[in-house]
């Protein structure tokens, strides 16, 4: 079982940018496939970005691929969201979501494990 804490999110101009982060607890880290997934007002969960348990391999959504990139450090149980070039409609809750021995991907019930969210509001 692991526990996420999301933190880094706020408020920021369009254009602007913001780095998330997902503390793990557990020794097992290593062993799961992490992913961000946004909800925006009234509209459902949404795939972000998804990344392997060593970092090689990751997945984007259309609407961040080239503005937001997803790292790991797993010395540290971390895992990121650097983004970049922040549009109002990036506005939402971001939730950092773990599944153990799974590859890269954007299947949201493949997820067992989520954290409790973390708001960006992006004003233009």
């Known amino acids: 079982q692991v526990q996420l804490v999301e933190s880094g999110g706020g408020l920021v101009q369009a254009g602007g940018s913001l780095r998330l982060s997902c503390a793990a607890s557990g020794r097992t880290f290593s062993s799961y496939a992490m992913a961000w997934f946004r909800q925006a007002p009234e509209k459902e969960r949404e795939f972000v970005a998804a990344i392997n348990w060593s970092g090689g391999s990751t997945l984007y959504a259309d609407s961040v691929k080239g503005r937001f990139t997803i790292s790991r450090d797993n010395a540290k149980n971390t895992a990121y969201l650097q983004m970049n070039s922040l549009k109002r409609e990036d506005t939402a809750i971001y939730y950092c979501?773990?599944?153990?021995?799974?590859?890269?991907?954007?299947?949201?019930?493949?997820?067992?494990?989520w954290g409790q969210g973390t708001q960006v509001t992006v004003s233009s």
């Open positions: 979501a773990a599944a153990q021995w799974a590859t890269v991907t954007k299947r949201m019930n493949e997820y067992r494990y």
